[in-house]
């Protein structure tokens, strides 16, 4: 999909950010954007600010952990703009500082909420409005470099195990859709200098309403602050792996010698005599 000029496309989490970023580098490319947040007031604010670089960008309130909210999205974005034909399914929420053990019940519901239901409610209802006209498409999805490994010492399991499940709903869909004219691209950053480090004070009411864990919060911050990309490099990657269909796109530093280093594991583990292949 080279063309993205006079397409429409949706971004959840557009209120700041990576989905911020990407909202901005489509707008620059000439698409019509939907801009969904479940922050009403701040993705409004945002859409005000992108109106001097494209007049048909609209803002709209989404919970991506609900699937009627997503669907009362698309059909704004419908209503407004006809087709759409790019989603960015990108909403997400940290989870770090704490031992697996520790982690409470709500805390899981919340990062699976967000991070896979979020990506799941979006493959459900935007690859089906994309396949409907039969023109060109794309589906974007945020995963991470957490979606490839777990770095010691790091105490986010919960939210790399979300990102795993992010890069293989990607890998799953492209399959599905090859040989079709909607593309795939699943979006891999490093530390991105974002707010997701405060994502649980947006905790929606149904889901136990805002928390935040002041300490943990600071050490992320702090983390993406002094190693985060700017988030419109990551908008503008976007934007490339649209146009050039490209799947795996990574973007910032990548911890690519701890990655690698899994895959070794993994490949000398097939060479054991207990495994045959077919």
């Not at 000029?5 to 939907?34: M, P």
């Not at 409470?104 to 994309?130: K, Q, S, T, Y």
Request: hydrophobic share 45%; aromatic share 4%; glycine share 10%.
């Amino acid at each position: 999909m080279k063309d993205i000029s006079g397409k429409t496309a949706i971004v959840t989490g557009a209120a700041s950010g990576i989905g911020l970023g990407i909202a901005t580098a489509l707008a620059e490319a000439g698409a019509n954007v939907v801009m969904a947040d479940i922050q009403k007031a701040a993705v409004e604010q945002a859409a005000d600010a992108l109106a001097g670089t494209n007049k048909r960008v609209m803002a709209v309130e989404i919970d991506v952990t609900q699937e009627q909210s997503v669907l009362d999205a698309l059909a704004e974005a419908e209503s407004n703009f006809g087709k759409l034909h790019i989603a960015c399914n990108n909403a997400g929420v940290p989870m770090h500082g704490t031992g697996l053990v520790d982690v409470p019940p709500e805390d899981w519901a919340f990062v699976i909420g967000v991070n896979v239901w979020g990506i799941i409610h979006g493959i459900r209802h935007f690859v089906p409005a994309i396949r409907k006209h039969g023109e060109d498409g794309h589906i974007v999805n945020t995963a991470s470099v957490a979606g490839f490994q777990n770095r010691r010492g790091t105490d986010q399991a919960p939210y790399s195990m979300s990102k795993y499940a992010a890069l293989s709903l990607s890998e799953a869909l492209e399959h599905e859709l090859d040989g079709t004219n909607i593309g795939v691209s699943v979006l891999c950053p490093g530390p991105i200098a974002t707010n997701i480090a405060h994502g649980a004070r947006n905790r929606p009411a149904h889901m136990g309403g805002p928390q935040a864990s002041a300490s943990d919060e600071a050490v992320l911050a702090e983390r993406l602050a002094t190693q985060g990309l700017d988030p419109k490099q990551a908008g503008e990657r976007v934007v490339a792996a649209i146009r050039e269909n490209t799947f795996y796109a990574f973007v910032g530093a990548v911890p690519a010698d701890v990655i690698q280093e899994r895959h070794r594991r993994i490949e000398e583990a097939l060479g054991s005599s207990w495994v045959s292949h077919y």
